[in-house]
């Protein structure tokens, strides 16, 4: 090409979530069945919806107005419910005007990102959704800043260091908050939110908040929203329907704008970011009618209940399998649903393998393995992916510098969900044990 095609910082969009995809791909082409565990897909994992949900949407589906186009922030009469319901937390109040709809969180994410000057920083947790710091670290040209969750201390963040990288780094203008987290499965008790709120108001940043699991909580735990702790402070905070119904193929999300008017540049965000939806024109209509007829349903809140309390109980089951597990730390999940595992480091080395028993496929892991300076969790997964065809993926690629993997908790089946977890926890145990003539770091 006669110039650069991409901009500095364009390498920085990565999202192995998917990546990994296209070599269980080729382990399914010779002929095997694969177990995903790489995304959070309640519908890939045997989810059955409701038929008075598939009701309602048939409904709408069959009324012609559901064809058209939608105002340009959003249906009027669906953000006015949302605003309400926002509104009934007794915290920051909104009105419909304050909330913009987008084509699934991915649209609102890279959206956010794309009008922020390459300059300004949005801190967020590590481990990160990578969606999050793959566009964060695009736009400002280089990697993410993050701060850290602590796996020794129910991954709640380290304070200290979130701290110190915002006083000692004026480029932060915002905290990014994952509240429930992705990929962590953690929920922020209310001083921890607090906090956040103190260090926002100190240096006068914006927070943004990423509470799409917010009603999908268990075993006794409840997500406060943003909007309870933010005061008057500016803030953003990001929802959809792809978990909570479940619906990920709908691609529905919207922000809600907290004090819009607290800060002059805040004010010009949300004005920058309405009008980029106007010149798109709209989102998807048919979703956005669907939210107030469905979380209104008198069904709704005992599917709801019944749905968390499953994914509670897969969580405990997990747990069970995996504590006896040497080698390996994680913390019972409260919310979303997906556990973190985290492997001792001491115990991982390029020496450690699986064994495969079709040589096609142990063709495809060595070439796999030839990939430079990969980090040893990765290491594990592709072994895992081979020996398995169980598919999960890296902690590495959650822009993170702990070594472990991550996994959903959302097979439906609960004989499959064990077996899943049997065979993981087998193969951690060889894979540790494995290459031990082989020296660390050799």
Known sequence: MRQLLLRPGAEELNYEIRGIVKKARQIEALGYDMTWENIGDPIQKSNKIPAWMKEIVADLVSKDHTYGYADSKGMLETRRFLAGLNNTKNGAQINAEDILFFNGLGDAIAKLYQFLIPTARIIGPSPAYSTHSSAEAAHANTSPITYRLDPDNNWYPDMEDLYNKVKYNPGIVG????????????????????????????????LVADEIYQNITYNGYEAISLAEVIGELPGISMKGISKEFPWPGSRCGWMEFYNKNASLEFAKLCATLENAKMIEVCSTILPQLAIPRIMQHPLYAEYRKTANAKIGRRSQLMEDILSPVKGIKFNRTKGAFYNTIIFDENLLHDGQRLPVEDARIQVLLDAWLREKEMPHDKRFVYNLLASERICVVPVSSFCSDLRGFRVTLLEEDEEVFVDTFKRMAKSITAYLKSGKEVSVGA
Request: aromatic share 10%.
């Open 175 to 206: 905290i990014l908050i994952i509240n429930p987290d992705n990929p962590t499965g953690m929920v922020y008790p209310k001083e921890v939110l607090q906090r956040f709120v103190e260090i926002a108001k100190e240096f006068r940043l914006l």
